[in-house]
């Protein structure tokens, strides 16, 4: 028989496996089904199931080398594990929003100060799927608004317009679109260990628009519309002379007047 502490990653999946399947089962009834199961030498303690059951996450993310290893991999570069993890701890105290692609421009910049060179690891999605199970961050929703499309009154609708699009001919029909940039505002998800509050939202926005025919031989010039008249940015020049359309107003809105404008 085999002592408890020679449990494989492999084994200690299954006893959360078996957790999962019979979730009012007690720890020591789940100890003496894995020495029963696995033929070990003893009973594992409650602390040792306690300790498996809560790396659930982390025994799922692993591969199959990983699994039959008796010993979790350690981390190649435990320093830089901690200050990007501290980081991430005082974003989400800050309610700084994360992705993870910011994050792993983070850990690129924190492995150049630590002078990593060629051990610098690639920082692909499977290092950060691994460094935020380590650590216990997941992807979390930020309080805020939400808003939705009236889909009901689109089907309710569509017949009659496709009834009416049956006396034009494809290239006299145009779809036209706008959607917000709102070049300002953080991302309503964040990764943290717990959900957080979210912050004020910044409203700043440049409206963009599009149309183009059904049969694709005609494709308007887009359509810009932001909230200054001759933003900083443009050089005192006006979007014409910059090459593109742009108009404003104080909420960066598509009105009538504009929209007849630009057809």
């Not at 019979?22 to 894995?34: E, H, R, T």
């Not at 059951?53 to 830089?80: F, I």
């Not at 979210?198 to 005609?218: I, P």
């Amino acid at each position: 028989m085999k002592p408890s502490s020679s449990l494989s990653n492999d084994q200690k999946l299954k006893i959360c496996h078996h957790k999962a399947a019979n979730p009012s089962i007690k720890q020591s009834a789940l100890a003496n089904w894995a020495m029963q199961e696995f033929k070990l030498s003893k009973v594992p303690t409650q602390g040792t199931i306690s300790n498996i059951l809560a790396k659930r996450q982390q025994y799922e993310s692993m591969d199959s080398t990983e699994l039959t290893s008796k010993r979790q991999r350690a981390v190649k570069h435990p320093e830089l594990d901690n200050v990007l993890a501290n980081w991430v701890l005082q974003c989400q105290a800050r309610r700084v929003a994360l992705s993870g692609d910011l994050i792993k421009e983070k850990a690129r910049q924190f492995a150049r100060q630590l002078e990593l060179g060629e051990r610098t690891p690639e920082f692909s999605n499977g290092w950060l799927a691994k460094f935020n199970i380590r650590h216990g961050f997941k992807a979390q929703k930020s309080y805020g608004e939400s808003g939705s499309a009236d889909l009901d009154a689109i089907d309710r609708n569509m017949p009659t317009i496709k009834e009416k699009l049956q006396s034009y001919s494809l290239q006299d029909i145009y779809n036209m679109d706008e959607t917000g940039l709102f070049y300002r505002m953080a991302p309503d998800r964040t990764i943290a260990r717990r959900q957080i509050e979210g912050s004020k939202k910044d409203k700043t926005r440049l409206t963009f628009v599009f149309a183009a025919n059904t049969d694709g031989s005609h494709k308007m010039e887009p359509l810009i519309i932001g909230h200054a008249q001759r933003p900083r940015a443009f050089n005192r020049k006006s979007g014409e002379q910059l090459g593109f359309y742009y108009r404003s107003n104080a909420k960066a809105w598509m009105t009538g007047l504009i929209f007849r404008e630009w057809l």
